[in-house]
């Protein structure tokens, strides 16, 4: 492992370990190479039943890999050379340094610096060798393997083997902007207002609601009306009114005033790589007061309360117009209620267990609902005197969300940790499937680009296009990012400063800059 800065470490241990370094790491690589050489021998010396040019195809792939490796092996050596080198130096420079003796501490903080430097250029080094895009080939899919130095696929169906390294996302495509803290609990749900003034929304297990600031992450309004859990959060399409849901059983709708406060000049923080990974787990959890949000205003009663689910309501939306909204229950049901009554319009049953998201759609007037009994259904009410159902069953394992893109697709998630796209059209099979390491949770996709944001599990968010290609994974280091479960991405792509938010169980939501041409053209 490197020397941290203040390690306590002495001259001679910091050389040891440096040296030790790009050893355990070259080792490391020549079994690995020794392991790829004998599969690729036992492949040519067999009677292989796989068709030839499948068979050449993975021969190909081999070599490839074959030659990322001695090509890290030789990097590896020049480094070992250059921080040997350096270690003398320093050793050099501690003892006749102006012709005086040179502190220990001293001595420890510049080995300690150079030790950093040297270790981060051996890890980008490492990337950058063996994250190299190599090309696609048409044929059967025959398997899939991971290997540490990259993402090797063999892609389903007639389809494509695609042989994927992935490089490193760079600092300039996507920036931690802001942090919105506050919270006492986790946050459920995040969402942005579609009219001015532009305010961040986040639904909290503190059974609070909390409207922010975007530009200096000040705490604007906090709603306080829910006796539970407040799961998710949504915004009028026209007016400065806010729908939310609990596990109070309630869903509330609530006016709000709040006036921006001046913005700030944004800090351009260091940003760490999008493929760093740095386990924090164990950081000090957020304080709850670090914003000072009880000096914020305060809402304690809704104008409208929506009550008929006898469970947790886990979702609400509005749909198309602001006159209706839908929700959605542990109850396995979903209704719909009219805004200005309070009436139940419609109870949707079918679902065989709870329900866990429902979205609608921007232009249109449908619904769809997601459960674990692992369908998503979608609801159609263009007709008033008749609203008809499609299941879609796709999923293994519960349906954490699924939404709506402008056009006529649907994209779900789910804890089997597979995202798939769906045409309206064909209901039959998902047209892209994005598999990954960590269950899913409620995804987002930006308007004008289709981009995905995925929130994991594993505290990662990972943006992919339409066709399943992975564009990008967000920064997460021991100073940035999602320190627990991230449960929900939201798009602002008119924000100026932050075009994607995200929130998680540390008890924080996060604004994020992505430079969505960037993006694209490093696709």
Not at 288 to 297: L, R, V
Not at 362 to 368: A, F, G, I, S, Y
Not at 419 to 439: C, E, F, G, H
Request: charged share 25%; glycine share 6%; net charge neutral.
């Amino acid at each position: 492992m490197p020397v941290e800065s203040g390690s306590g470490a002495t001259a001679r241990q910091v050389k040891q370990k440096r040296k030790a370094h790009p050893i355990s790491i070259r080792r490391t690589n020549s079994s690995e190479q020794e392991r790829v050489t004998s599969q690729r021998e036992m492949l040519e010396g067999q009677d292989s039943k796989l068709p030839p040019t499948i068979r050449q195809t993975l021969l190909e792939l081999f070599g490839q890999i074959e030659r990322e490796f001695e090509n890290l092996y030789i990097e590896n050596i020049e480094l070992r050379r250059e921080i040997e080198t350096l270690n003398d130096r320093l050793t050099a420079e501690g003892q006749t340094v102006d012709g005086g003796d040179l502190s220990k501490g001293q001595l420890k903080a510049k080995a300690s610096h150079s030790t950093s430097q040297l270790s981060q250029k051996l890890k980008t080094t490492y990337k950058a060798s063996t994250s190299k895009r190599s090309n696609t080939f048409p044929g059967k899919a025959v398997g899939a393997r991971n290997f540490n130095m990259g993402s090797w696929e063999l892609w389903g169906g007639d389809s494509w083997i695609v042989s994927s390294f992935k490089t490193t996302t760079s600092r300039a495509v996507c920036q931690l902007v802001k942090e919105y803290i506050g919270h006492r609990d986790g946050i459920w749900d995040v969402s942005v207002a579609r009219l001015q003034p532009v305010v961040l929304g986040t639904a909290s297990a503190d059974h609070t609601a909390m409207l922010w600031s975007i530009e200096t992450g000040k705490c604007l309004l906090k709603y306080v009306g829910h006796a539970g859990s407040v799961n998710s959060i949504k915004f009028h399409p026209s007016e400065q009114v806010a729908l939310t849901a609990s596990g109070d059983q309630t869903a509330h709708i609530w006016r709000y005033i709040v006036q921006l406060p001046t913005p700030q000049p944004v800090i351009d923080t260091n940003q760490m790589s999008g493929e760093e990974e740095v386990d924090f787990s164990d950081k000090d959890e957020t304080d709850g007061d670090a914003e000072g949000s009880n000096e914020s205003p305060t809402i304690r009663v809704p104008s409208t309360t929506l009550k008929s689910h006898q469970g947790v309501v886990i979702a609400a939306d509005w749909l198309v117009g602001g006159k209706q909204v839908v929700t959605a229950s542990w109850d396995r049901t979903a209704n719909l209620y009219d805004v200005e009554t309070s009436e139940l319009v419609h109870s949707l049953t079918g679902h065989d267990q709870e329900l866990t998201h429902c979205c609608t759609h921007p232009t249109q007037r449908l619904v769809v609902t997601s459960s674990r009994d692992t369908t998503f259904r979608l609801w159609d009410f263009r007709d008033p005197a008749i609203h008809s159902v499609n299941v879609f069953q796709g999923h293994t394992e519960t349906v954490t969300s699924a939404v709506f893109t402008v056009g006529d697709n649907v994209v779900s998630g789910s804890d089997d940790r597979t995202v798939k796209v769906w045409d309206l059209k064909n209901m039959r099979s998902p047209i892209a499937t994005i598999r990954t390491d960590s269950a899913v949770n409620r995804i987002s996709v930006s308007v004008s680009q289709r981009i995905i944001a995925l929130p994991h599990d594993n505290r990662q968010v990972r943006l992919f296009d339409m066709s399943g290609v992975r564009l990008a994974r967000l920064p997460r280091s021991n100073r940035q990012g999602h320190r627990r479960m991230v449960c929900c991405t939201a798009w602002s792509e008119d924000n100026p400063i932050c075009n994607l938010f995200s929130c998680g169980f540390d008890r924080q939501a996060i604004g994020w800059n992505i430079n969505i041409p960037a993006l694209l053209q490093e696709k």
